[in-house]
């Protein structure tokens, strides 16, 4: 993310635009990931409860999932049951969107 807030920024710099030109579309476009959809669930297994600036921007409405089990010994019933967490929690998810989308 610094890269593409560099990128943002030297434009305004040199006098090309200005800060206020910087919206959060630009912002989603610049990113590596600027024409794929936001992920659904992002899985973080090894039990570290932290995304390591992994996706902070895109996993922002994300369901957020921590496994306690290594990648190695990561399993299908590993899957099945982060599969049913984030069906347990998608109302909630889909709440939040569209409260934050409101504020827009």
Not at 1 to 7: A, I, L, T, V
Not at 11 to 16: D, F, I, S, T
Not at 34 to 56: A, K, N, Q, W, Y
Not at 57 to 79: G, K, T
Request: net charge negative; proline share 4%.
């Amino acid at each position: 993310m610094n890269k593409e807030s560099k990128q943002l920024a030297l434009p305004a710099l040199e006098g090309h635009s200005f800060t206020i030109d910087i919206s959060e579309e630009l912002m989603e476009r610049c990113l590596y990931t600027g024409t794929c959809t936001p992920p659904d669930l992002v899985i973080r297994t090894s039990g570290e409860v932290r995304l390591s600036d992994f996706f902070i921007w895109q996993s922002s409405y994300s369901c957020l999932c921590f496994q306690d089990v290594l990648w190695p010994e990561f399993s299908i019933l590993n899957l099945f049951s982060l599969i049913l967490t984030y069906q347990q929690n998608y109302n909630h998810v889909c709440r939040l969107c569209a409260i934050l989308s409101y504020f827009k």
